[in-house]
């Protein structure tokens, strides 16, 4: 199983500031099946980027993805308050196919 | 735009067997995989199985030999079967569109129902 360990669990920010979440992975992960994911209780989960650093129709340009192998980043500039959030990587490859990050919860400070 | 909407039992005795399905508007039905996702009360995602439009199936192995997913494609539904269920099958329960080519995203999800196994 490919485990993916996100950090830090939470992080606390100001609106305005920058967010860097990393995800690690317990093994290579071809860059084309890593893909972030922006959770809010009650709406549907928002795909934000894929293959690592494509990001998805609609997501605004303050969202962006990079990394290789074993370590991806996802990086927030000028955080709006409807950015926080908790944040998910997710793979594909391996036995299970599909792993999710055990996610990270961005606060407000 | 494309829309995910599910349903399902949200109250289940040990023992019974958890169902829940997904309907699609708008967009392809047979383009795609379509996958259930479940998340545990303070606990992260896990992914629990995909299906396509044609029955083909991959399943977490975790899961494996309690969960049974099908297709209507007459009606663009899916569904989730998972069979006796215990307190730990207690979680939200997604359902979402799977990109099935290049990336294996999920772009697409359900709100979620809550599934709660309770004597």
């Known amino acids: 199983e490919i485990v993916l360990t996100q950090s830090p669990g939470t992080l606390s920010l100001s609106p305005g500031e920058r967010a860097t979440l990393s995800c690690r992975a317990s093994q290579s992960v071809s860059s084309n099946y890593l893909a972030w994911y922006q959770h809010k209780p009650g709406l549907a989960t928002r795909l934000l980027i894929f293959?690592?650093?494509r990001r998805a129709t609609g997501i605004p340009d303050r969202f962006s993805g990079s990394g290789s192998e074993t370590d991806f980043t996802l990086t927030i500039t000028r955080l709006e308050p409807e950015d926080f959030a908790v944040y998910y990587c997710?793979?594909?490859?391996?036995?299970?196919?599909?792993?999710f990050g055990q996610g990270t919860r961005l606060e407000i400070k | 735009q494309v829309q995910l909407q599910q349903w399902g039992a949200g109250l289940l005795k040990p023992s019974e067997t958890l169902s829940l399905t997904c309907i699609v508007y708008?967009?392809?039905?047979?383009?795609?995989?379509w996958s259930w996702i479940r998340q545990p009360p303070g606990k992260g995602l896990e992914w629990i199985g995909k299906?396509?439009?044609?029955?083909?199936?991959n399943y977490n192995p975790s899961l494996k030999s309690r969960v049974t997913l099908s297709v209507d494609t007459s009606k663009n539904q899916f569904s989730l079967k998972l069979s006796s269920v215990i307190a730990a099958d207690t979680a939200v329960y997604y359902c979402?569109?799977?990109?099935?080519?290049?990336?294996?995203?999920?772009?697409?999800w359900g709100k979620g129902t809550t599934v709660t196994v309770s004597s």
């Open positions: 708008g967009g392809s039905f047979s383009g795609y995989y």
């Open positions: 293959g690592a650093s």
């Open positions: 299906i396509n439009h044609s029955g083909s199936t």
């Open positions: 979402a569109r799977t990109e099935p080519y290049s990336y294996y995203y999920m772009d697409v």
């Open positions: 997710q793979q594909y490859g391996g036995s299970p196919l599909i792993t």
